[in-house]
Nanobody, 113 residues
């Protein structure tokens, strides 16, 4: 069972930046051979994929974050990050980390206009 703990959310003004972190309680081998994902769920909406980084570092992202959000991973620390720049009010959501089908508790991001 994978346990994931997200952190780094908060309240930020439009145009600001946040870096989300996700720490995984698995072995380095399992972590480094797994794709990692960031999802978000806005109020009243379904959870949707934001960005993915594969075990070999290939990145896929939703069109709406192109050029603004960057996913990264540190296999030695068993952590995955989401650097979010130029934040917009519509980016307000709970952001979740996903690894091997398991979810963290989420971290709230609120962007004020």
């Amino acid at each position: 069972q994978v346990q994931l703990v997200e952190s780094g959310g908060g309240l930020v003004q439009a145009g600001g930046s946040l870096t989300l972190s996700c720490a995984a309680s698995v072995s380095v081998v399992i972590f480094s051979t797994s794709a990692a994902h960031w999802y978000r769920q806005a109020p009243g909406k379904q959870r949707e994929l934001v960005e993915t980084i594969t075990s070999i570092g290939r990145i896929n992202f939703a069109d709406y974050v192109k050029g603004r959000f960057t996913i990264a991973r540190d296999n030695a620390k068993k952590a995955v990050y989401l650097q979010m720049n130029s934040l917009k009010p519509e980016n307000t959501a709970v952001y979740y980390c996903n690894l091997r089908g398991c979810w963290g508790q989420g971290t709230q991001v609120a962007v004020s206009s």
